[in-house]
């Protein structure tokens, strides 16, 4: 029960809630609310490992862990932007989808022993900072020091550049980024595909780093949804997302360790002694979750929250009223 | 020979900038534009008229690249084109203001300008674009923020913004749809200096409007549209009058005088007293609001838009709480009570935003008519509302107050302004109202739905309702009510009887009664 490494370990596995919230932030700032985003992890976690096994290579495990999870996320850009059909229900759907695939070709895939992992390392001099060191730059996966500079440089995107300003206006005024030439179909088919290639790659990261292996349904074991609830808990911002990651990265982890002493602050630890209380704990992110989602979608409070105005909502040029 | 508009100049017409040739555009169950032709010259205003429904924004809408027309063609400065997005057209210098405003509202004004724009490629640096976008404005004499945030400002100063994105776009034509229905007289007057400036550097202007002295005060020539299909093309605007104009757009004679019957008011019916209330943004927008209205009077409230009308209607309708005050409906409390207590007291009310707080859009004109009634009998049977007689109810109405509809099951959102206000009123009236709450009832609508619409008020103040009416055009406040308030800042300035234009607008500008009355003395 070393907070350090609580906290070293919270960052790491807060890496997967990291890149999952962050690829759906730019789905729902372009107006696309994915619900998949459970099943394309599955999906990336279940393809990375299985090319690594079959090739040896975590590098291509990754990349095809992406590559599938922007290719299947475009089944609900057609059904959501072509069709305009309801997103929500798209999204579910997409996601029972994924997740059954996965399940059908990961068959087996538990049972294929160890493989080659994503590399970690050390960050010479940064890793020396008392604290900080340890907890950030000490024996990582490359794709942890990946996610550090995904986080600015998302915010930075989204912020300060050209795409990113005409991100916001598609989510915000669709009509209005019509009017002066912006063709919303298309940038929001590509977020929508860069949402999935981020779940796809949260899932890499997965069974390639974070906890290695195939198990199923447990792989991934809800994070996706958490990853849903952190969007609207970081109001569309990659730094408050990263904030809310790592946070429940290490909340993970300390509900995970808080039942092995027997002992705490020289107290009898109740957790250790009643094993079943653990669940209880267990469930906390999933609960957060759902009391998230629940008060999310409760339109003048996503409205305080500043939910992309068009959000969930086809765009149809020259539509009248609603 | 007659496939090519030459790109020429006569002896001494300006040339042709945009000919618009034989347009068709159906949706579906209307012929939007049947066979429109239209020409603009370069350097002029062109007036383009028409009633609620002729067609024009669709016409505009094709022009500007958003609609495809189904049949036509369309020649910008003597080439034939073929607009398949708005960016097709916006190189071929068109940019459309359009009626309900295309800006991102969390964006800023400088981010709104570039939207969609190639340059800059990557990096926004805004600050550096601040500086430019503040001088070029300058140098159109838009005075504007860059740096403010859309929702922060004025429809004034947001309708400012989207001229300097068009021209920010190098357009030379410019469509506005409707500008002046938002706006203040004081807004209106910069608009018009900002449009002759325009044209005066070769800018040439498609100018869409209700109102008719407007279009006789700017325009150079006038285009109406009547159902679809043109019924004065370039008449010049110089010696035209109001009743011709009227004529060409409704097809017959409009009257622009009222017949107001002289009849005593009876029992107060509303009263109001010390009202305080905040707005959306928790600032006080009442502070202290006192005023009756009586059974068969019209009472007005003018006021510049914003002064806390919006507000004061909200609260007596229900729909705000108010912080402090009284409301009495009949000598009845209904301060601060549901919306429906109100209603079965004999509230009608006319609000501002008919296409979402007056009607449902999605929903059929029956479903909409019925919404006040749908509880009781004959429509209500025990749990079940009884369809035949609803859609009686509906049909008797489209008829009762001429309502132009396809059928009673089309949806509220595919009416013209005019026919939608209409089926409000109709909903509202048809309840016998003792106290009618109108707000902005008649803007943006065409001169004969003004006429129809200001008769039904009068119809019910001969009926014995009282009415609080709400609105910014003086001449229709002047010519119907008996009585006028003035608000400013969310205070009753004074009250007006006599209809004095000048006192209004001392009022308005925040100048109380009393001290208007020792300047007279
Ligand atoms: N997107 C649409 N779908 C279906 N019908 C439409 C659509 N746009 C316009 N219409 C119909 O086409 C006709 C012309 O509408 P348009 O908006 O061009 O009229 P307008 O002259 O601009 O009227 P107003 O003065 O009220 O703005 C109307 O009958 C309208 O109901
Ligand atoms: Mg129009």
């Known amino acids: 029960m070393d907070p350090i490494i609580i906290l070293q370990a919270g960052v790491a596995s807060g890496t997967v809630l990291l890149f999952a919230t962050i690829g759906e932030i730019f789905a729902e700032r372009s107006g696309v609310l994915n619900l998949g985003v459970e099943g394309m992890m599955l999906l990336g976690a279940m393809s990375a490992f299985s090319i690594t096994v079959k090739t040896g290579n975590p590098w291509l495990g990754l990349l095809v862990a992406m590559l599938a999870g922007g290719l299947i996320s475009q089944i609900h850009a057609f059904i959501s932007i072509h069709l305009q059909a309801d997103q929500v229900v798209s999204g579910l759907a997409l996601g029972f989808l994924a997740t059954g695939i996965s399940l059908v070709l990961g068959e087996g895939l538990s049972k294929a022993g160890t493989v080659s992992l994503m590399p970690s390392f050390s960050i010479p001099v940064l890793s020396q900072i008392p604290i900080v060191g340890p907890i950030f730059f000490t024996r990582h996966s490359v794709l942890t020091y990946f996610g550090y500079l995904l986080i600015p440089a998302a915010w930075y995107y989204i912020n300060h550049t050209r795409p990113g300003m005409n991100l916001r206006a598609i989510g915000e005024f669709p009509a209005a980024a019509d009017t002066l030439g912006i063709n919303i179909y298309r940038l929001r088919y590509f977020y929508v595909f860069l949402g999935g290639v981020m779940a796809g790659l949260a899932g890499a990261t997965i069974s390639l780093a974070i906890a290695p292996g195939w198990f199923s349904e447990m792989t991934t074991a809800g994070q996706g949804w958490i990853a849903v609830g952190l969007v609207i808990f970081a109001q569309w911002d990659p730094i408050r997302a990263a904030f809310g990651s790592y946070t429940f990265g290490a909340l993970r982890r300390l509900i995970l360790d808080i039942q092995g002493p027997t002992t705490i602050l020289g107290l009898r630890n109740p957790f250790y002694y009643n094993p079943y209380w653990g669940f209880f704990l267990q469930m906390l992110p999933y609960a957060f979750t759902i009391i998230v989602l629940v008060i999310g979608s409760r339109e003048a409070i996503r409205k305080r929250l500043g939910a992309p105005a068009a959000l969930g909502t086809p765009y149809i040029r020259g539509e009248r009223g609603l | ?521």
């Open chain 2, 1 to 521: 020979m007659d496939g090519r508009q030459e790109f020429e100049s006569h002896s001494s017409e300006p040339p042709v900038v945009v000919e618009m040739r034989g347009i068709i555009k159906r949706f579906p169950g209307v012929l939007a534009n049947d066979h429109v032709d239209f020409k603009l010259y370069q350097g002029e205003i062109h007036a383009l008229l028409g009633e609620n429904g002729a067609g024009k924004s669709t016409l505009m809408n094709i022009l500007a690249g958003l609609y495809r027309p189904d049949a036509g063609e369309i020649y910008v400065k003597g080439k034939l084109v073929h607009f398949s997005s708005p960016r097709d057209a916006i190189k071929a210098g068109i940019g459309m203001i359009h009626q309900h405003f295309m800006l991102v509202p969390s964006q800023t004004v400088t981010e709104n300008i570039l939207l969609g724009l190639d340059q800059p490629r990557f990096i926004l640096r805004l600050s550096e674009y601040h500086q430019k976008i503040a001088e070029f404005a300058e140098r159109f004499g838009l005075k504007i923020d860059p740096k403010a945030k859309i929702w922060q400002l004025s429809v004034g100063e947001q309708q400012r913004v989207e001229i300097l994105k068009m021209l920010y776009r190098g357009a030379d034509i410019l469509i506005m749809d409707e500008p002046t229905a938002v706006l203040a007289p004081q807004e209106i007057e910069a608009l018009f200096i900002t449009l002759r400036k325009m044209v005066s550097e070769g800018k040439s202007i498609i100018f869409i409007s209700h109102k008719l002295h407007e279009v006789m005060e700017i325009a150079d020539r006038v285009s109406v549209l009547s159902k679809g299909k043109v019924t004065a093309s370039g008449v010049p605007a110089k010696g035209i009058t109001r009743q011709e104009l009227a004529r060409l757009m409704v097809g017959r004679e409009v009257l622009f005088r009222l017949d107001k019957k002289e009849q005593a008011p009876g029992d107060v019916v509303l009263q109001v007293e010390d009202l305080h209330a905040e707005n959306d943004k928790g600032l006080p927008a009442l502070r202290g609001v006192s005023l009756t209205v009586r059974a068969g009077e019209i009472v007005g409230l003018a006021g510049v838009a914003g002064n806390g009308q919006r507000e004061l209607a909200q609260v007596i309708t229900g729909l705000r709480k108010c912080t402090k005050g009284k409301i009495l409906l009949n000598g009845e409390d209904i301060t601060n009570q549901p919306v429906s207590y109100s209603i079965q007291r004999g509230l009608g009310h006319i609000p501002e935003d008919r296409t979402h707080v007056g009607t449902s859009p999605n929903l059929s004109i029956t479903d909409n008519v019925i919404m006040k009634k749908y509880r009781q009998p004959p429509i209500a049977r025990g749990m079940v509302i009884d369809m035949n007689q609803a859609s009686q109810f509906a049909q008797q109405l489209v008829a009762t107050y001429d309502i132009m509809v396809p059928t009673i099951r089309t949806p509220a959102r595919l009416l013209s302004g005019g026919n939608l206000q209409k089926v409000i009123l109709a909903r509202e009236i048809s309840g016998n109202p003792r106290l009618l709450v109108a707000v902005q009832p008649t803007r943006g609508l065409d001169v004969g739905a003004i006429e129809g619409i200001q008769r039904l008020l009068l119809t019910q103040r001969e009926a014995g309702a009282a009415i609080l009416l709400i609105s910014e055009e003086l001449e229709e406040l002047i010519s119907l009510s008996d009585r006028i308030y003035v608000i400013y800042e969310g205070k009753i300035m004074g009250e007006v009887t006599d209809g004095n234009i000048e006192v209004i607008g001392l009022m308005m500008t925040g100048t109380p009664m009393e001290q208007i009355r020792q300047g007279v003395q």
